[in-house]
């Protein structure tokens, strides 16, 4: 495990001290001693907290106060800001994990551990007597009147906690829980707790964030703003239950098949295609959003249900305005699902590049043929944040699991990354856990690239399935390619036609893969089944492949392209309106606004001049 405690020197819940606040956007600088695998976690991270928080960052300019994140001895960080010139936060030899660069940076932004509570006596009880002699000042109290916890409940699996064992002198726990079941639970490292997450707001003081622009999970009776039309036929529905199709919402799920009845009252959108006729639609728009961040990279990320005939299309749809009094907007086609019915809720992810406002639009379009269900989708969010490059579903993990023969693999198909580098990423299936991998593949762009090709950075992740990603923990892992030798001597990163062996795909063509390299061990069924790690009976898994090059003499990384959409049906209805067009600069749903009601009534008054 990663060393991720501080230094006795640097160590001193959350300061009082609002002139020891960063200013967002906090500057920073990435050390060029840093290991490569540490700045790309390191950008994962920051993102993190972009997503969950008010808070942004920039590479340093001129300014006196930054953060200057260094490869020192182990994984430290002051608390708040407090040093100018360039404020140390040490990411050293292990500690290239993302829940050890929160961790730090939570440091930081002015966060004690958790056990340095001042309440937390209530809690946990300190074994001092089995704590290595001279670590003792590591588990002090931090008292009231130096800190505040913000109303926030103690945490047990709070990403600043200490593990059982932390600083212990033998193999006796150091950390005792009052409460035993939550024992196994300190210490956890897969990222922020949700409780985390709510201390920083309240902390920093946000009123909104900067990254994430929207979630709807269509809970108590809500459709979070959205508008619903429909061109002959049947419109989106808000139902518990869909005839054909799933019997319960992606969010109360049971463990076992999504068609299993679930004892809930949760709700999802359905649009049926079982009557009407061919070309029939309906459509479901979000509500307005405006584009923040200067790359303007867009991740929207939804579950759907396909119950309907393999004609029926669900399209997904960009419509961005020139401001805020345009009420047509232009619609441009940014995804596409069709093909065979599903038997679980699948994951979905669409890249966008909004640069103004816009508002995105889910069209079901009925196909040809007969129909007994539809489509159905829940659990959509919306995040100024870059999609993952590979996503792959495991339904009925369990079985497969335990019915597969021990170490089978499951590759992906084969992937392009932005660079034009060939890929494939997959799992492999060990009866009680999982292990993940990466291969470079021969490509159509193998002549025009440099082999080899280190610097590029694969993230494996199972995804903490909890339906709102701000309460998301998940797990993931990164490495990074080098310049490192296989057993024969030869470049593990080289050119796979060169190094890798030949197998024949599923389009039978014939393709060399280089040495596979990950994690044989990632995540085992116990693990798995904390959290919504398994929901409906399915795991995900989201992979990214990214060029960190740039990182070699700069502490950022270029904005995301958004690679061509594949379209099987080409899309039709260009010119379509938008459900509920815009009054006065302001969408039908803020009507109902007292403030606005107000401003609409005194405008009417005003006299003709």
Request: one cysteine or more.
């Amino acid at each position: 495990m990663s060393n991720i405690f501080q230094s006795p020197n640097l160590q001193r819940s959350a300061i009082i001290d609002e002139d020891e606040l960063w200013t967002s956007p906090v500057p920073y600088v990435l050390d060029k001693g840093l290991e490569m695998n540490a700045k790309g976690v390191i950008l994962r991270a920051l993102d993190q907290f972009r997503l969950k928080s008010c808070i942004d960052f920039k590479p340093r300019d001129s300014e006196d106060y930054y953060i200057s994140v260094q490869k020192l001895g182990g994984c430290f960080s002051y608390i708040g800001k407090v040093l100018p010139n360039g404020q140390t936060l040490s990411i050293g030899r292990g500690c290239d994990q993302i829940s050890t660069v929160e961790h730090e940076f939570l440091h930081a932004f002015g966060f004690y551990h958790e056990q340095s509570r001042y309440d937390r006596d209530s809690f946990v009880t300190i074994a001092f007597e089995n704590i290595r002699e001279g670590r003792e000042r590591n588990f002090r109290i931090v008292s009231k009147s130096e800190t505040t916890t913000n109303g926030v409940p103690y945490d047990y699996s709070s990403v600043m906690h200490y593990s059982q064992y932390a600083f212990s002198n033998s193999s006796k726990r150091t950390i005792i829980t009052k409460d035993p079941a939550f024992q196994e639970v300190i210490g956890q490292r897969l990222e922020v707790s949700p409780s985390d997450v709510l201390e920083l707001n309240l902390l920093y003081k946000c009123n909104s964030t900067i990254a994430f622009k929207m979630y709807c999970g269509f809970t108590n009776g809500t459709t979070c703003h959205m508008s619903n039309c429909s061109r002959s036929g049947k419109g989106w529905e808000m139902v518990t239950r869909a005839d054909g199709g799933p019997s319960s919402d992606h969010t109360s799920l049971p463990s076992g098949n999504s068609n299993h009845q679930g004892q809930n009252t949760s709700s999802f959108m359905h649009a049926s295609t079982a009557s009407g006729k061919e070309g029939d639609s309906a459509w479901l728009e979000t509500h307005r959003m405006s584009s923040d961040r200067e790359c303007h990279t867009q991740c929207l990320q939804f579950y759907y249900f396909h119950s309907g005939n393999e004609s029926d299309v669900l399209n997904i749809w960009l419509r961005e305005f020139q401001d805020e009094w345009d009420s047509q907007g232009s619609l441009r086609l940014i995804g596409q699902i069709t093909g065979p019915r599903t038997s679980h809720w699948q994951l979905h992810h669409v890249s966008l590049n909004a640069t103004k406002h816009f508002q995105v639009e889910f069209e079901a379009h009925k196909g040809a043929g007969s129909s007994s269900g539809g489509f159905s989708i829940d659990d959509i969010n919306l995040s100024e944040v870059e999609c993952p490059h590979v996503t792959m579903q495991f339904d009925d993990i369990e079985k497969l699991l335990s019915t597969s023969k021990y170490g089978t693999t499951i590759p992906s198909p084969r992937q392009y990354s932005s660079g034009g580098y060939a890929y494939r990423v997959g799992i492999k299936l060990y009866k009680t856990y999982v292990g993940v991998f990466v291969q470079l593949l021969s490509g159509i762009n193998d002549k025009q690239l440099q082999w080899p090709c280190p610097q590029r950075q694969v993230t494996f992740q199972m995804l903490d399935q909890t339906p709102n990603i701000q309460q998301q923990m998940s797990k993931q892992r990164s490495i990074t390619t080098d310049l490192s030798t296989i057993s024969n001597g030869t470049l593990r990163w080289d050119n796979p036609r060169v190094v890798g062996t030949p197998f024949v795909d599923e389009n039978k063509e014939t393709i060399f893969a280089g040495p596979a390299s990950g994690r044989n061990f990632f995540m085992d069924l116990e693990e798995m089944r904390t959290r919504q790690f398994i929901n409906g009976g399915s795991v995900v898994f989201v992979f990214s492949f990214q060029d960190l090059t740039p990182l070699l003499s700069g502490s950022a990384l270029p904005c995301p392209k958004v690679g061509p959409v594949d379209i099987r049906y080409p899309p039709r209805d260009l010119n379509r309106a938008p459900c509920s067009p815009r009054i006065f600069g302001f969408s039908p749903g803020l009507l109902a606004s007292p403030v606005l009601t107000f401003l609409l009534a005194l405008m009417l008054m005003i006299p003709d001049m």
